[in-house]
């Protein structure tokens, strides 16, 4: 066999596509649309490189027309969780050992399948099961994930350089081993790239795993799968299960070989998956390791030297796309009162404009949210507002369940700066701002700072580097990834490494080696090259 060091694929981002009217990309997703949206799919679990058929299953409707049936997925028992650790446990004897290089040949394989030949299945698959336009699926489904597999393999090999010093005497050397045991990734419904990203970077560094994507997220991690299979992911190193969260996560949770939880989601549901843990500490073989990205009540705050114009388009695309589905959506913004009227006419104009409907119509600006439970908590808040007397839904405000989960984009004006919509995330394409007095300006700040449990994005829009810098120190811990003069939304992988703290998160940056390092456990080795006979040390001479 052949040494050397390795050098592995300089990592670039993945260009985004536009599907203009009439491109190759257009004609090729909505085919793979039309095809796959009048056919059934049936999913199975994987465990161990097989699919596991159980008989009880559950069916998958689009957001935007939840009568149509698009297929099945087969929900597991106990048992097979307990099948799924085990062959975990039994790949890992094999896949920990296996050369890094072959690790990373695998991944680069997956990001290189998905930017060519399952690209458009890609993209249509996340546009039936979340329903995202093809726009927010692009980037994505498509370019986020790509990122994700090639950045990994990049970061990964900068770990294993960073080596400790030596001497002519001992030589020194650091081993990034894979932690002991077996991992377990729980992800959302709103990123196909997370649901990729969050097992396969636990793999990549010689993990084994138990995946539980999203029951809203089931049709399009299938094609994951269908990537990682064909790259060449070997059986038992990914096993992926779908069922009851409750008895998944219990039966994971309460195996002494459990190493490290890689979830999004909610905040109550990790807090009380940490608690869980922490509570089973004594059972571990290690104490395992834990992350976690969360919930965010996101801020924009415009200064009085503002471009109104920049201001509005800031909520119109922060707060919007993808229906305020991002961990990352804008949802809360402090306008002052002498920019006010522009940015709500500006605001008023954009959101009149949107066009809603199925993501099939490419013209379509917003969708549908993702189910009924959503649906009906956000027109509840939108109701709630209408009546309340220190709230005015200044555009928007009307919903539709009938044949999609439909809520139109909503922009609520309140008086009280700890208003329920100002204080609680929605998730949802609500937008809650607040208009302070322009000569308020600091003040307002540190409103921004102690208004929400959560810090994950926020904005300044301003023309003045004092206010700028004002706003950067006064909400240094108020945000994981702070934006000036743009919307606090779109992070790119290698660019703008994602997480936040307090509530948000444990902010260990997907997007970076940050987050790689959390799934090893390193070995420092000293070799010593003439070693000694003699107890003694020179300071004991007579």
């Avoid at 689009?62 to 048992?79: F, I, N, R």
């Avoid at 995330?425 to 600091?442: H, K, N, R, W």
Wanted: net charge negative; proline share 5%.
């Amino acid at each position: 066999m052949g040494n050397g060091f390795f050098n592995v694929p300089i990592a670039v981002n993945e260009p985004v596509k536009s599907y203009a009217p009439g491109s190759p990309e257009r004609e090729e997703v909505l085919a793979a649309y039309k095809a796959m949206y009048n056919s059934k799919v049936d999913v199975p679990l994987y465990i161990n490189g097989k699919n596991i058929e159980t008989g009880k299953t559950r069916t998958m409707s689009p957001p935007h027309d939840h009568q149509h049936v698009v297929g099945t997925y087969h929900l597991a028992e106990k048992s097979h969780i307990d099948e799924a650790i085990a062959t975990a446990l039994e790949a890992r004897k094999s896949w920990s050992q296996l050369p890094w290089q072959q690790r990373a040949g695998i991944f680069l394989k997956a990001a290189e399948l998905i930017a060519g030949p399952y690209r458009a299945k890609m993209n249509a698959a996340t546009m039936i099961a979340q329903s995202k336009t093809i726009h927010q699926a692009e980037i994505d489904a498509a370019c986020e994930i790509i990122d994700f597999l090639r950045f990994n393999v990049q970061y990964m090999t900068e770990i294993y350089m960073e080596q400790p010093e030596s001497t002519s005497d001992a030589w020194n050397r650091v081993e990034y081993r894979p932690l002991e045991g077996f991992t377990y990734a729980v992800t959302p419904f709103n990123f196909t790239a997370i649901a990729g990203n969050l097992p396969s970077c636990m793999a990549l560094m010689g993990n084994v795993v138990v995946w539980k994507p999203s029951s809203a997220q089931v049709y399009s991690a299938k094609v994951i799968m269908d990537v990682f299979k064909e790259a060449g992911v070997p059986d038992g190193v990914i096993n992926v299960v779908f069922g009851d969260p409750a008895m998944i996560t219990d039966t994971v949770l309460n195996h002494p070989e459990f190493s490290g939880l890689h979830y999004t989601g909610s905040t109550n549901v990790f807090q009380d998956l940490w608690k869980t843990i922490g509570n089973n500490i004594h059972i571990y073989k290690t104490y395992p390791k834990i992350v976690g990205e969360t919930g965010g009540k996101d801020f924009i705050v415009a200064h009085k030297s503002a471009n109104p114009k920049q201001v509005a388009t800031a909520i119109s695309r922060g707060a919007f796309e993808f229906q305020g589905q991002k961990c990352s959506a804008a949802s809360r913004a402090y306008i002052p009162n002498n920019i006010w009227e522009d940015v709500k006419n500006y605001v008023i104009e954009d959101v009149a404009s949107f066009k809603m409907g199925s993501p099939e119509d490419m013209s379509n600006f917003i969708t549908a949210v993702i189910h009924e439970g959503s649906f009906d908590k956000l027109a509840k808040y939108i109701d709630q507002a209408k009546a309340d007397s220190d709230a005015e839904v200044i555009v928007g405000g009307n919903y539709d369940k009938s044949k999609g989960y439909f809520i139109q984009p909503t922009v609520i004006v309140t008086s009280n700066p700890k208003y329920t919509t100002m204080c609680t995330e929605l998730f949802g394409p609500v937008m809650t701002i607040y208009v302070y007095d322009a000569d308020q300006y600091s003040e307002t700040l540190k409103l921004v700072d102690e208004t929400s449990e959560y810090a994950l994005t926020g904005a300044i829009i301003s023309n003045c580097r004092y206010a700028i810098e004002e706003a950067t120190k006064a909400l240094e811990n108020a945000a994981g990834n702070f934006y000036i003069n743009d919307k606090p939304t779109g992070a790119v992988v290698g660019q703008q490494p994602f997480g936040g703290a307090r509530a948000s998160g444990t902010n260990d940056k997907a997007g970076s080696a940050q987050n790689l390092l959390r799934w090893v456990s390193p070995r420092l080795i000293k070799e010593t090259f003439v070693t000694p006979v003699d107890y003694r040390y020179p300071f004991l001479g007579e």
